[in-house]
């Protein structure tokens, strides 16, 4: 029960990747609010958690009021966020970057981004009051090499990664952490689709020294890690948990040089 007493609040967490840590945390011992922006889905998760120490609000991470109203929601019910995970995200429609409409662009720096300032603000604030406060952003590797496709979705979580780095050294005097995640290719989530196209997974697969996409459960055992005890020093860091696929090259120099010999 290594989250006795805490409380963690995942935003966009009623489904994906969101959604299995709010099962994990509540495993050991926390208790879990979450946010969506749609009342359907919010109703679906409530049934599905009812009895357990879950409160789901519907608010979209955009609406800054709208989160405000979730915050004072929570430290009525339970006097404050110890953990916050900043997990709500999307992808943008993938086209080369010279085609991407601006209204996709934004939006996908809106949600990605600014949403997840606006909680770390949000909630940051309270922390900072009570004088302590663990804050995880869940980055991507996509923000670490280019990957065709994918440039709004890159630079908000490479956004992130420089949010964390930036708050560690303001707020850490204060008793508020933070770090980020970049993960690879997880086996769910918003990959749910492609897992049922073998050619994609067989296409990660290679693209990855450990010859496979990432499970759910090594993201959510990452994620409890570093918002454990255990790991307080890691502050204003991204942990990188891609199998080895970040700067691997699938197709080494050294084979085609022995080839053209
Ligand atoms: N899966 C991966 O391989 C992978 C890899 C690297 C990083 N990530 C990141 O991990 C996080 C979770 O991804 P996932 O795979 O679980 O994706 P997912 O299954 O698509 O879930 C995304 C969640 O975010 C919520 N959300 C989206 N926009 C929101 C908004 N404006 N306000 C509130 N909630 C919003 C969604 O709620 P609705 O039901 O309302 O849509 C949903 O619950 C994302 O930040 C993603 O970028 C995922």
Redesign the pocket.
């Known amino acids: 029960m290594r989250f006795k007493e805490k409380v963690v609040f995942v ?9 299995a840590m709010v099962e994990a945390f509540l495993g050991e011992g926390a208790r879990v609010g979450v ?4 009342r359907e ?1 919010v109703a679906k998760f409530e049934e599905e958690f009812r009895g357990k120490a879950v409160k789901a609000y519907v ?4 609406d800054y009021p709208a989160m405000e109203t979730v915050a004072q929601g929570v430290a009525e019910e339970w006097g404050g966020v110890d953990i916050l995970i900043n ?5 943008n429609p993938l086209v080369p970057s010279e085609k991407i409409k601006k209204e996709d662009f934004d939006r996908v720096i809106e ?2 981004l600014k ?1 997840a300032f606006y909680a770390t603000q949000i909630f940051g604030r309270g922390m900072i009051e009570r004088g302590s406060g663990r804050i995880i952003s ?5 923000a670490l090499f280019g990957e065709k496709g994918f440039l709004p ?1 890159a630079l908000g ?1 490479a956004g992130l990664q420089t949010m964390t780095r930036n708050l560690a050294s303001e707020w850490s005097r204060f008793g508020v952490t933070l770090c980020c995640v ?5 086996a ?5 689709a492609l897992l049922k196209r073998q050619h994609l997974v067989d296409f990660l697969s290679k693209k990855t020294p450990l010859g496979r996409m ?1 499970t759910v459960g090594e993201l959510v055992a990452t994620m409890l890690f570093l918002a454990s005890k255990e790991a307080q020093y890691i502050n204003g860091e991204t942990i990188v948990m891609d199998g080895g696929m970040t700067g691997y090259s699938a197709e080494p120099l050294l084979e085609a040089i022995t080839k053209g010999k």
């Open positions: 935003t966009g967490g009623t489904r994906g990747l969101g959604k946010n969506g922006r749609r889905a608010a979209d991470v955009t997990n709500a995200g999307i992808v949600v990605n949403g869940i980055s991507s590797q996509v979705y979580k970049a993960p690879g290719f997880i769910g989530g918003m990959n749910e990432g």
